[in-house]
C-alpha cells in the first residue's frame, strides 16, 4: 500500500515494561520524503530518556495522559510545562528534551518529524562515549567515583524515575514550546465538522511543520482537495474512513483508514476523507510547512466558466448549473448521497 502504513500493527522498535516506540519513517515507509513518526508509551513512573534529533524538529500531539516535557535549548534555554490529552508541543532539530509520565496511567503520544529519517542520539549513549575520566573532569569530581560506568554506546531508550515526580513551579509558566490545540476556536466548525490549526499564524515557534485536528460527522466528508505546497502525513485518532489519492500519470488508489493507521500524501497530489460511519472521526493532520494551506474543489470549480467546467468533467449545462458558484473552499460538506460502499 503506497500511501498507507498500519502503524497501530507495526511491531515496535523498542519495547520493555518501561514504554515503547513505533517509527514509521523512509526505511519501513517508503514514500516518505519531509515528514515521519513515531508513536511513544511511556509507563507509569517512567521517562522518556533526554535525547535530541540532529536533523529534524519534533511536533508531538498528547493522546492520552499526563508528562512533564523538558527542554534544555540553544543558547542555555530553559523550558518545562506539563501537557496532557489533546496539548502539543513542539521541540526545534538538536535541542535536548525529555517527556516523563507524571500521570497514573500510560502515557501516549503522537510524534511527527521534520524530516523522513530522523537521526537520534541519547544522553546515556553518548555519556557512554566518553571514558570516566572525561565525564569526572566534566563535573570535577574522582574519575574512581564513575568508573564503573557502562561503555557501550546504547542509548537507553526509556528508564524509571527515582522517587516520585516533582512538577517544578516554572511548569506553570506560559512556554512558546507548548500549545493546547483542543482548547482553541477552531477556524471551521460546522455540523458536518471542524479543523483546528496549529500553523505558523497561530503557534509562531513553528519552523517547518503545521498541523489540523480534524473531526468529520457522519453527515460530513472532507472535500477533493490538495496542498500545493505541502505534504501532508495523517494519523487516524478515531473512526473508520475512505480516502482516494491520485498520482501522476492518472492512477489511483483507495484505502479505507481504521484508528491507529497513518497514510502520506506527497505535495499537492489531490485526495479525499470520506467519513464511512455514522459517528464522529478525528484525525491528526500533519503538513512539512509551517503555513499549509490548500485548493479545494467547492471553490476551483466555480474559478473557471461553465463553458469549460462542462467539457472537463464531461457534465451537461443542467449539471453544471447546479454546481454552486463559491468565492472559497468550504473544507468540508455533507453527504447529500448514500455512502457508496
Known amino acids: 500500500m503506497t500511501h498507507k502504513f498500519p502503524l497501530r500493527n507495526t511491531k515496535p522498535e523498542f519495547s520493555s515494561e518501561l514504554g515503547s516506540k513505533t517509527s514509521a519513517i523512509k526505511s519501513n515507509f517508503p514514500i516518505l520524503n519531509r515528514l515521519s513518526a513515531y508513536h511513544l508509551v511511556i509507563n507509569a513512573g517512567c521517562f522518556r530518556e533526554p535525547h535530541w534529533h540532529a536533523n529534524a524538529d519534533e511536533l508531538g500531539y498528547c493522546l492520552h495522559g499526563e508528562a512533564l516535557v523538558t527542554i534544555f535549548a540553544n543558547g542555555n534555554q530553559h523550558s518545562n510545562f506539563t501537557i496532557s490529552e489533546g496539548d502539543m508541543y513542539f521541540v526545534p532539530s538538536g535541542s535536548l528534551h525529555s517527556i516523563e509520565n507524571i500521570g497514573p496511567d500510560a502515557a501516549e503520544f503522537f510524534l511527527t518529524f521534520s524530516h523522513e529519517s530522523p537521526e537520534n542520539f541519547g544522553l546515556s549513549g553518548f555519556a557512554k562515549c566518553m571514558s570516566p575520566a572525561v565525564l569526572a573532569n566534566t563535573w570535577g569530581i574522582p574519575a574512581a567515583e564513575i568508573s564503573d560506568q557502562r561503555q557501550q554506546a546504547t542509548d537507553i531508550e526509556f528508564g524509571r524515575v527515582n522517587g516520585k515526580a516533582e512538577i517544578p513551579e516554572s511548569a506553570r509558566f506560559v512556554s512558546p514550546y507548548k500549545f493546547a490545540i483542543?482548547?482553541?476556536?477552531?477556524?471551521?466548525?460546522?455540523?458536518?465538522?471542524?479543523?483546528?490549526?496549529?500553523?505558523?499564524?497561530?503557534?509562531?515557534?513553528?519552523?517547518?511543520?503545521?498541523?489540523?485536528?480534524?473531526?468529520?460527522?457522519?453527515?460530513?466528508?472532507?472535500?477533493?482537495?490538495?496542498?500545493?505546497?505541502?505534504?501532508?502525513?495523517?494519523?487516524?485518532?478515531?473512526?473508520?474512513?475512505?480516502?482516494?489519492?491520485?498520482?501522476?500519470?492518472?492512477?489511483?488508489?483507495?484505502?479505507?483508514?481504521?484508528?491507529?493507521?497513518?497514510?502520506?500524501?506527497?505535495?499537492?497530489?489531490?485526495?479525499?476523507?470520506?467519513?464511512?460511519?455514522?459517528?464522529?472521526?478525528?484525525?491528526?493532520?500533519?503538513?512539512?510547512?509551517?503555513?499549509?494551506?490548500?485548493?479545494?474543489?467547492?471553490?476551483?470549480?466555480?474559478?473557471?466558466?461553465?463553458?469549460?467546467?462542462?467539457?472537463?468533467?464531461?457534465?451537461?449545462?443542467?449539471?453544471?448549473?447546479?454546481?454552486?458558484?463559491?468565492?472559497?473552499?468550504?473544507?468540508?460538506?455533507?453527504?447529500?448521497?448514500?455512502?457508496?460502499?
Open 182 to 341: 483542543e482548547a482553541r476556536a477552531p477556524i471551521i466548525s460546522t455540523p458536518t465538522g471542524s479543523a483546528i490549526v496549529a500553523r505558523r499564524d497561530t503557534w509562531p515557534v513553528l519552523k517547518h511543520q503545521a498541523m489540523y485536528s480534524l473531526r468529520i460527522q457522519g453527515i460530513g466528508m472532507r472535500e477533493p482537495h490538495w496542498h500545493p505546497e505541502t505534504a501532508e502525513l495523517g494519523y487516524v485518532h478515531t473512526g473508520h474512513a475512505r480516502m482516494t489519492v491520485q498520482s501522476p500519470g492518472g492512477s489511483a488508489e483507495t484505502y479505507e483508514l481504521d484508528a491507529g493507521d497513518i497514510y502520506f500524501i506527497p505535495r499537492a497530489y489531490p485526495h479525499h476523507i470520506e467519513n464511512l460511519t455514522d459517528d464522529e472521526m478525528r484525525f491528526l493532520i500533519f503538513f512539512d510547512t509551517p503555513d499549509a494551506q490548500d485548493i479545494g474543489f467547492t471553490g476551483a470549480i466555480p474559478a473557471f466558466p461553465n463553458r469549460i467546467v462542462g467539457p472537463t468533467l464531461g457534465l451537461d449545462s443542467a449539471h453544471v448549473a447546479q454546481i454552486p458558484r463559491l468565492p472559497s473552499d468550504t473544507l468540508l460538506v455533507s453527504k447529500v448521497n448514500p455512502v457508496d460502499l
